[in-house]
């Protein structure tokens, strides 16, 4: 929940969280849930979240701004979402960076909860035992992680999902002992 301070009926601050809006007006005894008709008169009004399908999509040259503005016919203020476009260049790279960094954590994370099991694949292949993964699967979709930075704009990427062949498990999973004293897994 997101609050806006109004002067003359006008958002002046926003968005504000219920805690620093309480620490304000730490004068007032303010009851647990805090709602539109008690804050009113106060001069703060409870901006409600909006669905995700009416937030744009940033860019890399635009950044989203959050604002506010009032719906007459609900008679209430509500998020409004705009593109701005970026012209400081330090900010531009700045921001780039620290996307493509993200990119790369979430991408290295996928490919790490999959490596096991292409080691798990030599094994069984040197033990001759049945295969348990398709590898040429895996391999399909490690590839496509690892081609996932060869794009221009880190904004617009869209992870592969892994083949239905492939439910994503941790490498981490506890062996047990069964009654004949093989290791199995859970």
């Not at 701004?65 to 008679?75: A, E, N, R, S």
Request: hydrophobic share 35%.
């Amino acid at each position: 929940m997101f609050i806006a301070r109004l002067e003359k009926g006008i958002p002046v601050e926003y968005p504000l969280t219920e805690k620093e809006v309480r620490r304000r007006l730490n004068n007032y005894s303010l009851p647990e849930k805090l709602t539109d008709e008690i804050l009113k008169p106060l001069s703060y009004s409870i901006v409600p979240v909006c669905a995700s399908d009416e937030v744009p999509q940033q860019t890399q040259n635009k950044r989203l701004v959050v604002g506010v503005t009032y719906d007459k016919v609900k008679k209430a203020w509500k998020r409004s979402y705009t593109l701005e476009v970026i012209t400081d260049e330090g900010y531009k790279t700045r921001r780039l960076a620290k996307e493509w960094k993200s990119v790369r954590s979430k991408r290295d994370d996928l490919m790490n909860g999959f490596e096991w099991r292409i080691a798990r694949y030599g094994r069984e292949i040197i033990l001759g035992s049945r295969t348990t993964d398709d590898i040429v699967e895996l391999h399909t979709y490690m590839q496509k992680l690892s081609d996932i930075t060869n794009v221009i704009d880190p904004f617009l990427i869209v992870f592969p999902e892994p083949p239905k062949s492939l439910p994503l498990e941790t490498a981490n999973t506890s062996p047990t002992m069964n009654a004949n004293t093989t290791p199995t897994l859970k």
